[in-house]
């Protein structure tokens, strides 16, 4: 299996991006999405989370009511919604597939929020 994410870039603070991964070569719709973030010298971080069928989502303090985790089983993509955009959003964010014992990352896309 394999992830791409895009949609990353350089956003001014408060302002909004969009974050998109593709999924191929295994059954999207029977797994868990996860979107994580790492930092320069931080550990990745889980930052939200939807289930195989979209229908709970979660999301850390740090993003919630800020970030939205979405999918599209027909498309196979699941996206991150940023609004309100901060400096210390600024990571590589990565998306994860997990379902039992498979997981499948992705290569990472760059966020950078500066004026």
């Known amino acids: 299996g394999q992830l791409v994410e895009s949609g990353g870039g350089l956003v001014q603070p408060g302002g909004s991006l969009r974050l998109s991964c593709l999924a191929s070569g295994f059954t999207f719709s029977s797994y868990v999405m996860s979107w994580y973030r790492q930092a320069p010298g931080k550990e990745r971080e889980l930052i939200s989370t939807?289930?195989?069928?979209?229908?709970?989502?979660n999301y850390a303090d740090s993003v919630k009511g800020r970030f939205t985790i979405s999918r599209d089983n027909a498309k196979s993509t699941v996206y991150l919604q940023m609004n309100s955009l901060k400096s210390e959003d600024t990571a590589v964010y990565f998306c994860?597939?997990?379902?039992?014992?498979?997981?499948?990352w992705g290569q990472g896309t760059q966020v950078t929020v500066s004026s």
């Open positions: 939807i289930t195989s069928a979209g229908g709970s989502t």
């Open positions: 994860k597939a997990v379902r039992s014992y498979r997981n499948y």
